[in-house]
């Protein structure tokens, strides 16, 4: 009983700090977004293309623009693909089907908020299309979490009757 009231807590406190975490960067300005993605950006273009280093000031900015969509829009779906991850294991009362479904349901319900949050964000927008992302990812998430599930299982299973 100790143990599963450890389990509760930590799990718990993981989704909801992820929460936090989801939270904070939808408290962000506009421009502090672009900050944020533009810096990820130019530091994996760093590391991937060897000669990103002798581009003009002009030709790296316009080629991190390029992908400041498609980078948003993954780190939309991978914020969410933790929050469906997190939330499925902080769900393990529960038997897999409504387990997912309460895991994805939640991540929805939070994308709802977070784009109705990000509305009064300056310069920030609310769109659908985020919220479709982000759930996409959390069904992703919280899918991986049950393979992971699953196969532990299973795992166990044959340890239990080999041994």
Known sequence: MRNTNYKRLITAALVI???AVIFSFSSQSASESSETSGG???TFCNFIIPEFGDFSGSQREAFIESFQFAVRKCAHFTAYGI????????LFDFKAKLRYAIA????????CSDE?????????SNEIRDVLIDTAGAM???????GITTLFI???KQKNTAG
Not at 83 to 90: H, P
Not at 104 to 111: C, D
Not at 116 to 124: D, L, N
């Open 140 to 146: 992703l998430g919280a899918l991986i979490a049950f």
């Open 17 to 19: 700090g992820w929460c």
């Open 104 to 111: 994805v349901g939640f991540s929805f319900l939070y994308a």
């Open 40 to 42: 990820f950006i130019e």
């Open 83 to 90: 929050l469906g991850f997190l939330s499925w294991f902080a």
């Open 154 to 156: 299973h795992y166990r």
């Open 116 to 124: 109705i949050h990000q509305y009064f964000a300056p310069g920030r």
